[in-house]
């Protein structure tokens, strides 16, 4: 009767492989991180700017930056934009009807506000 296995067998990687593998994947995380870290910085600061400008935020705008900043949990460097945006509740809160609202809503209580 034919075998219900194949007869093909595959090499175990090295050890060595494996661990050289795993110190280069490290490394390009390391990278990927810290430049992922400049990035947020720059972004968050940015956005403070913007918060501090007083200009007008669109009411979809304000909904999504409330979502995202849920969504990140205040995790540095973005927690600094908790504060501005609720500042800027009162005036955006006539503007936002349906979608926009509920996402606010659900920011929120996201963030125990």
Known sequence: APSRHNSMSFAEPEPVALARGSVLAEGAAQQRTSSALAAETTLAAHLLR????GEPLAPRMYADLMWALAKMGRRP?????????????????????????????????????
Do not use: I, K, N, Y
């Open 50 to 53: 913007l918060l501090a400008g």
């Open 77 to 113: 460097p973005f927690d600094v934009l908790v504060t501005p945006l609720l500042e800027r509740f009162p005036r955006v809160a006539e503007t936002l009807h349906g979608r926009g609202a509920s996402t606010v809503l659900w920011s929120l209580a996201t963030l125990d506000l």
